[in-house]
């Protein structure tokens, strides 16, 4: 199963939020990290926390129609991805991580970053993802 293959396939079994492409990118971090299975047991933690933290904060904020419930959980998602990235950073400096692996969480780091850490729903290019 491709990591960006979603649950429901066919488009109107989805919540709209499903297709926005900072879902899916927050979705395919999660899981590469999870999958990256980190050789060092406290930042393999640390570092699945703060993914799945990112991703279902996101999940909670993308939704919400009320603006500060949106900033809190993206502030929330921000704060876990710049956690997820010094421990994969980390992760990878002591030889915990693959430089591969490392490289592309990176990316979809960068890619959620972009997208989270704008404040209107134009701004953060809340524009759907086709599959």
């Given at each position: 199963m491709?990591?960006?293959q979603l649950i429901?396939?066919?488009?109107g079994a989805r919540f709209p939020f499903q297709?926005?492409?900072?879902?899916?990118a927050a979705r395919e971090?999660?899981?590469?990290?999870?999958?990256a299975r980190l050789a060092d047991a406290e930042l393999r933690d640390q570092a699945t926390r703060a993914a799945?933290?990112?991703f279902l904060n996101l999940c909670?904020?993308?939704?919400?129609?009320?603006?500060?419930m949106r900033r809190k959980h993206f502030s929330l998602a921000n704060g876990s991805l710049h956690e997820l990235v010094g421990a994969l950073d980390l992760a990878c400096a002591i030889g915990a991580l693959a430089q591969d692996p490392a490289r592309r969480a990176q990316a979809l780091a960068l890619r959620v970053k972009r997208i989270c850490g704008r404040s209107s729903p134009h701004?953060?290019?809340e524009h759907r993802h086709e599959p």
């Open positions: 491709a990591l960006t429901a396939v066919e488009a297709s926005l492409d900072v879902y899916v971090l999660a899981a590469l990290v999870h999958s799945k933290s990112v909670e904020g993308l939704p919400s129609d009320s603006g500060p701004e953060r290019g």
